[in-house]
């Protein structure tokens, strides 16, 4: 565990916390990350059930769709859709797809609640893990929360609830929850589906705290912090305890990507499409660039067989609308930077190996297969790592 944090490697989900609740404890680092410190003395025989599943260590396709594209993997279904509720189109983000889902799940009876994330109500720049038990407190909930989220710390807890429940999270996530599945039978059992974004990368929340600098705000007068929705992309939304509001476009807080204060291990994802999930959501704008507002449109792309019968669900109970079939290459103008990082990740790793650094192992995802050679990817890494970059320090509690 030692090992996985202080090479950059967590992405800090929660799953150590869940899988080992009296040894482990999320805390938030001064860097803004979470990230688990040790409550007692750390033995690493103790957390092999962690290290067999966390993401940090092993990351594995285990979609099953009929067709196959080396960039983005296997698939039953790749489109675009939308809530089928103008109002959660409008409130959620991009086309409030995976809401939709969330909420059909719940009223449809074939989940009796939803893991996910949402604003911690004490620290509303902050995530929590929570379980939503009523479509309304999923609609409530939903949004982009940018920044750290450790959603698998609820694992354990809405497993002793033995009840079907689907799981909102990062495709990371969706990757330790399938690894987990091996050696916990009852996520077979209990778990109905595996909803995912394709994921750009997760800030830290340092880039929270830099918006609340600029604004002349501190953390603890927050009241809301919106990332987006409410349109598409919608605006970054502020307000304070004494009734000041604040707005940012999604261009003016994202778009210099050099200030994104992306972790260590996204930078390395092998996996950011969400190829352990049944249903993965994506912006689709051509270019990866909003062109100002619209109504709100999400990519789908369908990984499994139980994937494809929600959406259909979904779609016969009007809470889900189909738009236009893509293909993969239509995919590849709407995330380019998937595609590019995909291509480098294996020279990425090389890079790390060279500087004596522990890389997760990799099945299904065709990096080998992907790899253009980029020296200069490899060199980058290498060179990152041994100059402490990629560092971390595993925090106390």
């Not at 396709?61 to 039953?76: I, K, T």
């Not at 911690?120 to 407190?137: F, G, I, L, Y």
């Not at 929340?205 to 007068?221: F, R, T």
């Amino acid at each position: 565990m030692r090992e996985v944090v202080e090479h950059g490697l967590c992405i800090g989900c929660g799953l150590c916390e869940a899988l080992g609740p009296g040894r482990w404890k999320m805390t938030m680092t001064e860097e803004g990350r979470l990230r688990p410190a040790p409550l007692v003395e750390e033995t690493p025989q103790a957390d092999a059930d962690i290290l067999a599943a966390c993401p940090g260590v092993v990351a594995e396709a285990s979609a099953g769709g009929p067709e196959h594209d080396e960039v983005w993997g296997r698939y039953a279904h790749m489109g675009e859709a939308w809530a089928g509720d103008p109002e959660i189109r409008f409130r959620a983000a991009t086309g409030g797809v995976l809401t939709a889902l969330g909420m059909h799940l719940l009223q449809s009876g074939k989940a009796k609640f939803i893991l996910h994330c949402a604003a911690d109500p004490a620290h509303p720049v902050r995530s929590r893990w929570v379980m939503s038990e009523t479509p309304k407190e999923v609609a409530l909930r939903a949004g982009s929360r940018y920044g750290p989220s450790d959603t698998l710390a609820g694992l354990e807890a809405a497993l002793a609830r033995a009840e079907p429940f689907a799981i909102i999270a990062k495709p990371c996530d969706a990757g330790a929850v399938r690894a987990r599945a091996k050696a916990d039978p009852r996520l077979d059992e209990l778990l109905v589906a595996v909803l995912v974004m394709v994921c750009g990368g997760a800030s830290d929340l340092g880039k929270s705290w830099l918006l609340l600098d600029e604004l002349g705000v501190a953390e603890e007068e927050v009241s809301l912090f919106r990332y987006r929705g409410f349109g598409n992309p919608g605006r970054a939304r502020v307000e304070t305890m004494d009734g000041r509001a604040f707005e940012r476009t999604y261009d003016e807080l994202w778009g210099d990507e050099a200030g994104w204060r992306i972790q260590t291990r996204c930078k390395l994802c092998p996996d950011a499409i969400g190829e352990a999930a049944d249903i993965a959501a994506a912006d689709i704008w051509p270019d990866a660039q909003p062109e100002g507002e619209d109504a709100g449109f999400n990519g789908v792309i369908i990984r499994t067989g139980s994937g494809q019968s929600l959406l259909q669900a979904a779609v016969n109970a009007g809470d889900l609308i189909l738009g236009r079939n893509h293909t993969p290459r239509d995919y590849d103008r709407f995330q380019p930077h998937q595609v590019s990082k995909k291509r480098a990740m294996a020279a990425r790793l090389r890079g790390l190996t060279r500087a004596g650094w522990p890389v997760y192992t990799h099945d299904g995802l065709r990096l080998e297969a992907l790899d253009t050679g980029d020296a200069e990817e490899e060199q980058g890494a290498h060179d990152r790592a041994r100059s402490g970059r990629f560092s971390e320090k595993l925090p106390r509690p």
